[in-house]
């Protein structure tokens, strides 16, 4: 068991009056919302790689955190890495968990001892999980950090790194499966490119199709029922990521007819970077059938990089979790926190208490989204706005064998003459407003 | 005739070292670039809104331009633009035009009357085609000026303006079609949304596919051989369009079966709102098989909305026209200005100098990117640097029956360690610069 | 009396339960807020501009309003809309408006002309608001509508432009004088550039610095007592605007030698414009001695044109309205709506309840921040981080004498070797969202 | 001397036609341009930081760079990195070069073991440049990577990081001035805040004023004649950098009485991220009489971050050299290349021909330049179009004792109604491009 969060205590409920600054105000997670708990709803996973290995540099500055497990580049220090981790998971009571290979065990010097190297510290997890109850919500693949992929994964310019990718894949795939995974991820880091000059368009999109076709199928060889997920996100590191963000990847997804196959894991950061607000992501895959899951956090919106910054406005946490409601809520996925302390909050605490933070603000805004369904505060303003698309001529101009000209024809002949209706969108701001 | 242009007299080409501001330096028109002529190549067209509607207003301040035709609300300014119009494609040689209904005529009183005032000034083009040897590139209709557009043209909560909408169409297209015009351009201006909070998402993307696809079967009915072109644009004027950007639409047209059908009109000033470069656009264009056309122009790139000036980067020309070219050049398509002058050039000869300019910068980026190919200067290097995957292995990796557990295996068998090899982007930086 | 509200009624304070969507949850006006009511504190006002003379239309389409003292070309007509404005103030309670000019009154065909009208509508309003008791926050002259300003007002190339301003900037300032307003505005709407390649910087610079001088001397000579407001804005209407941000003004009137005459008057949208939080330009404002009054708006952080909004983020005005107080609250400044509907919402209603809207959250982020002030929340935290600095020997360092090689040689004698402490940024945001 | 350029020779120019990428194609460093060579208007500098401390590393992966000094944590890489970077000054022919204390040698355990070791390798470099004949164009100290700089150098919340600072810029001027450095330049990497909550902005930017102070008292105790400069940027690495721009450093200086001994350092990337044009930064520069020197590169226009990149853009360069031109040219100052290969770019050669090809961008802007200042192509329009200010009338007008009414009553008297005139931009881009 690990000491590095020394004698914090397991966070509880306090309740909104609460000035704790180590105890949740809003998340409690048995309260009922409908015919589900708030954790049953929120399904929070605490993510490995900003908690665990990031050490506070950026491109001008190099290490601010001091951890006791690093530098982690032995298997011991990867244990004591997980001690600290499902330390960490008990102190905020998350049912869930997220990682990459490159997160939990050092690379070894092949292939073969990097696969090792991972099953191993995967058997040290199922002991831990078994002990403390917390389940895998994803697994993915880091193939973006080591210098073997600064051309990309799959979209490499040479084809041994794209063996490469397939090897590492399966191994995470394989290791998602054995930890009951609920999911499996894939992150386009460097699918992308920094230049069109060098770059075969044509080409590296070929090959991304035909490796997530082949992910797809070893998923159902090995009999993995979870969902394979992508994660949108339209720059950084490169110039241009080909997954650029939901409506981009149901395209792709289209083209290479997976679109029954595989679902979208959506990032606020990612959707601010791209030029869409969370909900506009959010919405869109929920309309376009591949919504998935998220990855909480909030991005700058004046920074032009990704901060994944701890969410923290209640506004949008409430829009956010309102489409994941109108989504039917997650299936196989949940509210990943993908959110880095900044690098000045040095202290085990300040992991513990941004963790604190957001998930009161998730929670918050669950219980403001669920009101608003309840009330039906949007919905029925909503309905009323299209109401004349459910008068039965209305319906037939969308309906089979109506034609342009028929239609013309029609309007011509009753020489319509359309009155705007207000949109009242400042009455909608203040509706929801009332909520938060 | 009209008197507008008072004394100017047609553009000729003068070559690199005239330093006349009403010649061509570059584009000399019937001057060979491979196996087409310059004009081949390029096929400009100037636009009818910008250049004989917009009055100089912006968001701050009202007209600043004086046209003889202003307000053009009866058919004689109609008529008196229209000379204006064509007199101003006689100076500068241009092959082509581009109009919306809304800029050739005043709306009538009814759907009826605005058609019949439409035919009326297509009358009036016609005889002017045929005298001056113009043809027009696309028409379209403009439905997002008028209110009753505000909340959307086919994706309207009113299904009475889908109703108008249609009507409004075919009539554009049966007048585009009358014309000979080579292409019929639909783009959203109010297809989108201002907020999520009053707006179904699912509901308008039907409609605006379902409208879509009316609109290319009425083409096949009328026999209409130009191409259907859809201009993707990010925002502005709503804070969602939903033709996002190129991957977008493909994404649309795939949901809707419609991807063989339908093209793109691609803008350099949407690309970069887009967060794109406008060489992106025309790649991934090209990669989709959809490319069609481009509206040319710049964007100011800090300016965070939608600046249509005149194109004067000799560099990103050249880029564009490289696409264009690997594209195959243009079929139906071709260059329109899709630029507006400032609002400080006043004058009539401003209209001609800044398409001197654009078409100028157009020729010479045009000339830069046929010498790259030619010279294999970009293509080369490219080859050379995906050689690996020509080989038979590499392939079999892409084809059917290959799978992620069988070339995991081979790679660890193989213990691949993929090494990086530089991607010179610089040095093909260089390259390019050698071109301009 | 306008009818133009027909039945709506004062708006009054029903405490946030109420689901009444015309009345205040949270403004309550004479509530006290330690020393001072809420409306003291808030000091509200409603421009002219937006509500009252905006037509709706955007750079894509034209007029979607319909008010009966439209098109207000006419001093009848200027009336019916001043009956229009008082009747609004009333019905939202509000105690101070604010125009320029060109709000008010139709121009004339000379100087001379429309200067008699200003004083005439001035006339109106000044029993207007004995009847009503409204207050004028400020008054401004609208120098960049009218194409004579199209390539500036006190910068323009035209001398005579410059003469034409000073007429109506005095005119302004007399009639504001007159009617008692609490500052005088200037918001240099075409004090900027489009192109650096037309533009003389040295000269308008110099011409702006001149003017302003001389309008603080009028100020001076009349007897003005309010405070003469700059409002920053980076860009839009031109590519560079001047009065950039409030660190730019500052050096400007540092410049001239006004930074003791002259205020800011800051702008939320303004502020994201130029890449700053709201509660960064006020802080700066409060630092740099310049802070004045604000134009309380929200801008899409997405869309990159001014959108001017009705605030309605709890979180971001509890932030701005914490370094208004920390500023020592307003003296002569106060909160004016620089916000306009959208172009969807129609309605006489939605006037009000935007306002309504915004009332509310202006007064909730106000009371967050009164708490916060009370209870030390930040203060606190903020004393202990630099509590460092108060000792002596700390103090010498920034003192008149210290060298920098005297500290260097302490530094080294002392061989100081500085230990980072957390900037616990998350504690300090959870703790924000505890008083939202 | 260091073998890690192998084989590589010095670059010659050999003209325009020539297509070998390791020659000058435009930079004739003997050639004279006016009164001056190309490398005395130029005056070239090669960065420390970019191309020998870099490892290509980036938020998302780690080293990619396989360089023989690495890791550089030895005296004895210090060298090694010293000897490759004068052989590259040596093939690149370049007259100046640039560094911080941190580029050159490994920190010492004490702050006085860090100043031993700088001077010991300002020993090994003095003998190089007198080898060499190569100059330093500025030093400068990195007070932004290690940890203790993490909340900032002079305006820490720990007085001890401020004497450490005043420690470790004195040993920087100290060895700057021993090296006949041209220049001394302050870029504030941390000094500014990541979040307002945290930060007394008051405060820190009064240690910020009286640090600068000491250190241009000491420039002139030892007796230093060159310059001191600031070097302006909005963001990055924090959320908001105290010298956000030109404008606001200006503003900072004469807060603090030092504009006439402080000056800027202009990067084109930095002033992109201020939403400024970097010919904008430079004539802003000019204008208030600040204009030091340049840092060049580029920066991505659609990456939010700061990308570094190397010039590539001839109409980029023209425009900033030609404001270079008209403020004098350089006297201390000059061109250092503050940019990095792309992470990519592994090779020796790609430093060089980066370079190169960077080098020969300015000689192609700068002949751009000198030309159009030549032919009066730009200043003769721009003096046209002001001419009205020559008259005595309008000088009357700012010229001291003119005053507002008395402008405006004259304005009334000749009922001014001022003619809008065609401002012309497009022409004048016309005219630039004729040039490039």
Redesign the interface.
């Known amino acids: 068991m690990s000491q590095y969060f020394a004698d914090l205590q397991p966070i509880t409920f306090e309740g909104r009056d609460s ?1 704790n ?1 180590l105890a949740f ?1 809003h998340y409690d997670a048995t309260a009922m919302l409908g015919d589900r708990t708030m954790a049953e709803h929120l399904r929070f996973a605490v993510c490995y790689w900003h908690n665990f290995v990031w050490d ?1 540099s ?7 955190f001091d951890r006791p497990w690093f530098p982690a580049d032995t298997m011991d220090q990867a244990r004591q890495k997980a001690d600290a981790a499902f330390e960490m998971f008990r102190i905020l009571g998350v049912p869930y968990f997220c990682f990459h290979d490159h997160d939990v065990r050092p690379e070894g010097d ?3 001892e990097s ?1 090792e190297r991972l099953n191993e510290i995967a058997d040290y997890f199922e002991q831990k999980m078994e002990d403390g109850g917390q389940k895998l919500l994803w697994g993915t693949a880091n193939m ?8 990309g994964a799959a979209t ?9 990718c ?2 590492t ?3 995470c795939m394989d290791v998602t499966h054995r930890l009951h995974g609920e999911n499996y991820v894939l992150w386009g ?2 699918e992308g490119y ?10 590296e ?3 991304m199709g ?1 490796f997530l076709s ?2 797809v ?2 998923k159902h ?1 090995i009999g993995f029922k979870g969902a394979i997920l992508i994660e949108p996100k ?4 490169t ?2 990521q080909y997954d ?2 939901v ?2 990847v ?3 997804l ?2 290479f007819g997976l679109e029954d196959e595989v679902k979208v894991n959506v990032e606020q950061g990612h959707a ?6 969370f ?2 992501e959010l ?2 895959a ?3 059938g591949i919504f998935g899951s998220i990855d909480m956090n909030r991005n ?7 901060t994944d910054q ?1 969410p ?4 949008e946490a409430a ?1 956010a979790y309102y489409e994941v409601l109108r989504a039917g809520g997650f299936t196989t996925g949940g509210t990943n926190f993908d959110a880095k ?7 085990a605490e ?1 992991l513990i ?2 963790h ?2 957001g998930m ?2 998730c929670a918050r805004g669950l219980i403001s989204a669920h009101a608003m369904i309840e009330d039906d505060a ?1 919905e029925g ?2 309905r009323v ?2 109401a ?2 459910e ?1 039965e ?2 319906q037939a ?2 309906a089979k064998g ?4 028929g ?6 002949a ?21 909520y ?1």
């Open positions: 000035t600054p105000r506070g950026d491109p001008f500055g190099g290490q601010t092949t292939l073969a696969h973006f950090s080591n210098r073997r992929y600064m051309s490499n310019p040479d084809p041994d790194v794209f063996a490469y397939a090897s894949v399966k191994a880091g460097r920094e230049s069109l000059l060098n770059t075969d368009l044509d080409r999109l070929e090959q035909r082949m992910v199928e070893y060889k339209p720059q950084e590191p110039k241009h650029y963000d409506a981009t149901y395209g792709f289209k083209r601010i970077l791209a030029g869409h607000s909900e506009h919405a869109m929920r309309t376009l700058d919106y004046q920074s032009g990089w990704d701890f923290n406005s209640p506004g829009l302390l900044r690098r000045q909050s040095l202290d300040d208490a941004a604190v933070g009161d603000i949007l303003p909503r706005r299209y004349g698309w008068g001529a209305a101009m969308l109506a034609t342009l000209d239609i013309a024809a029609d309007a011509e009753r020489d319509v003459n359309p009155q705007p209706v207000s949109g009242a969108q400042e009455k909608l701001e203040n509706i929801v407003n009332r938060l």
